[in-house]
């Protein structure tokens, strides 16, 4: 077994650590309080690579892996939570599939802009009353003649406010259930009948854009469909498998980040006549949080490289992404703890960091429907 990074992806991390420590940290704070969407740092992003890590280089992107996506993700994280997910949902949830299922020209029209950073993607397949239980989905598509008409509305969508492009997942049929689904990429700047409805407020990554999606009889042609009708669901699932361990990643920088703030700020804090970080109290709660972080890393790893060298990656995927999350919430927690008073105020990001942590318990599927997804392949009933 071989733990040692090659030398490319080394090379990348560095380069990364370096601009997120540089160019990203110094802003974070801003992003927060303002709710920005990090337009430059997208396209600075998109110029080093980094909007489509493990995207081939004919279709924009970098031609790396998923080990250094990995630790991209969580590089950028570590400094910016916000561009973490904004990195991760333009690799894999809008990347994935279309790199995966599209056509050439669907690739190089669709795939290269998003994943060479001159634009944003994202995939809008969670609606208001279809969260968990995916398949329920309602949003239709109909085909007429050369074009589906779209009807319906995306809820909570990563992206949306300032994405040029989505793969949407709607259904031709819904009696069909699951079976009846598709994914379509949608010209979100181009398209008759659609628009970006309401923003929502929200606790944490506050820089990242969360948007309704409204299509009313909006048209799409019908070579914008991915693979065949009857193939979507599948797509969707196999994209999120991906996808999740671009959201572990992004908690596991989050968590990162609590550490390293709780440690500089334990040096320096004195009480009692001594730094904190003298006291066994505090050095017990780092000391968990480091190594709990770095088994959520070695899990993220492993399921990265799993799926680089094609091997069946959804249970470790769902497995790398409950724990980083979860271990990334406790690290936050901890680290408001550790400032104590300071923690919760703003001067500090300590409570920026158990904000934007809690989120990543939830989206691309809560840890409740990862622990329902590695038990059915622990049983046998997937
Ligand atoms: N890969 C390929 N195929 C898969 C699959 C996978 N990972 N998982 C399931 N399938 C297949 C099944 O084998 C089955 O096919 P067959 O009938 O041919 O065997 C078919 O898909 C249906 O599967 P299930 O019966 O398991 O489907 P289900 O309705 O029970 O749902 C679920 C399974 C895991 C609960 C799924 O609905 C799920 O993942 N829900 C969570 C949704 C989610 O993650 N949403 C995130 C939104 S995006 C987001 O959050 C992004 C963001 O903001 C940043």
């Excluded at 690739?107 to 009353?129: M, R």
Aim: proline share 3%.
């Amino acid at each position: 077994m071989n733990f040692a990074p090659t030398e490319e992806q080394l090379m990348v991390r560095d380069m990364v650590k370096k601009f997120a420590e540089t160019k990203i940290k110094p802003i974070a704070a801003e992003l927060d309080r303002t709710h920005r969407h990090p337009e430059e740092i997208c396209r600075q992003l998109g110029e080093m690579g980094i909007m489509g890590v493990a995207v081939p280089t004919e279709y924009g992107g970098a031609g790396m892996d998923n080990v250094t996506y990995v630790m991209a993700v969580i590089e950028i994280s570590k400094a910016c939570a916000s561009c973490g997910v904004i990195v991760s949902v333009n690799n894999t949830l809008y990347g994935h599939p279309v790199k995966t299922y599209g056509t050439e020209e669907q690739k190089h029209k669709f795939l290269a802009p998003v994943a060479g950073g001159k634009v944003e993607g994202c995939y809008a397949l969670t609606e208001s009353s279809a969260g968990s239980d995916a398949a329920s989905l309602k949003c239709r598509a109909e085909l007429k003649g050369d074009r589906y008409i779209v009807n319906g509305s995306k809820a909570f969508i990563t992206n949306g406010n300032v994405a040029r492009y989505c793969v949407l997942a709607a259904t031709t049929d819904a009696s069909l259930g699951y079976k009846g689904i598709i994914n379509l990429i949608v010209d979100m700047k181009n398209t008759p009948g659609f628009h970006v409805g309401k923003l929502e407020e929200k606790m944490g990554i506050l820089a990242s854009g969360t948007a309704e999606l409204v299509f009313e009889d909006a048209e799409v042609p019908a070579a914008n469909l991915l693979g065949k009708p009857g193939q979507g669901f599948k797509q969707m699932m196999a994209g999120l498998d991906s996808g999740r361990i671009g959201i572990g990643a992004q908690a596991c920088g989050i968590g990162r980040a609590a550490l390293e703030d709780a440690i500089a700020y334990a040096k320096e804090r004195v009480q009692f006549g001594k730094p904190i970080s003298t006291f066994q109290a505090i050095q017990f709660k780092m000391a968990d949080m480091a190594t709990e972080l770095d088994a959520a890393e070695l899990m993220l790893l492993k399921a990265a490289w799993l799926e680089d060298h094609g091997y069946d990656f959804e249970k470790e995927a769902a497995m790398a992404k409950y724990y980083a999350s979860d271990v990334a919430m406790k690290a936050a927690i901890e680290g408001v703890q550790i400032f104590g008073g300071y923690g919760y105020i703003k001067e500090y990001p300590a409570e920026r960091h158990m904000r934007d942590a809690k989120i990543c318990q939830i989206y691309e599927g809560t840890n409740e429907i990862q622990r329902m997804v590695v038990a059915r392949k622990l049983l046998g009933t997937r």
